[in-house]
């Protein structure tokens, strides 16, 4: 469960976002341990990426460095080798979690430095292009209830593509956005659903522009 205080601390985060005569009814936060799976499944990919693919850069290091006479590229890639693995640890998944913010107002849903669900399994926790997703009444009536796995379900309200550059070329993504790893989904999702059921399309549509 979310806390008091880093739902207080959510709500400040979003309120200065708000129109003046935008009123907001609801805010929370997704659950670090909600995205375990994704996480472990994409440090289990890179560790299978690395296996195959490490073995092959140190032999080629390693001749080069044995005509050079010298040792230091072995060194300098082993050392980037740990970094990276140190950097995309999984035990740094909750404090990227942790800075995300979900709110709903009488007009719209947002999605505040969120993140999304990669199709791809490339990334286990995709940042979105847009800090601050927006979302009208429109689009959230057409939301998806997606469940990702036991424990866990998804209100999507749309998507980003992303663009992975592989030296075969490029790799297109669609990041699924929305309210992800919610605790309280069923009442969130109630919630929507009694709001934006009759609320006029047109009228929020030119409040957003």
């Known amino acids: 469960m979310i ?18 005569d935008e009123k907001l009814i609801w805010v ?9 799976t994704e996480v472990a499944r994409a440090c289990l990919l890179q560790l299978a990426l690395a296996a195959l693919l490490v073995p092959v850069f ?9 005509v ?18 140190l950097i995309s640890a999984p035990w740094r998944y ?9 709110a709903v107002t009488d ?42 796995y036991q424990g866990r379900v998804d209100l999507l309200f749309g998507g980003e593509g992303h663009n992975y550059f592989t030296g075969k070329g490029q790799i297109r993504d669609w990041v699924q956005v929305g309210f992800l790893g919610l605790t309280d989904v069923d009442e969130v ?13 047109e009228t929020a549509s030119q409040f957003l522009r």
């Open 3 to 20: 806390d008091r205080h880093r739902l207080e601390a959510a709500k400040r985060i979003i309120e200065p976002r708000l129109s003046p």
């Open 28 to 36: 929370g936060r997704p659950d670090p341990e909600k995205f375990f």
């Open 58 to 66: 140190l032999f080629v290091i390693f001749r080069f460095s044995v």
């Open 68 to 85: 050079e006479g010298t040792v230091i590229p072995i060194i300098l890639f082993a050392g980037g080798v740990i970094g990276f693995f």
């Open 94 to 102: 909750p404090e990227r979690v942790s800075q995300t913010v979900y």
């Open 107 to 148: 007009r719209r849903a947002l999605v505040h430095e969120g993140v999304g669900w990669s199709l791809l399994w490339l990334d286990a926790l995709p940042n979105l292009y847009n800090p601050l997703c927006s979302f009208d009444a429109r689009q959230i009536r057409a939301r998806r209830r997606i469940e990702r």
């Open 189 to 201: 999702d109630a919630l929507l659903e009694k709001h934006f059921a009759n609320v006029d399309v």
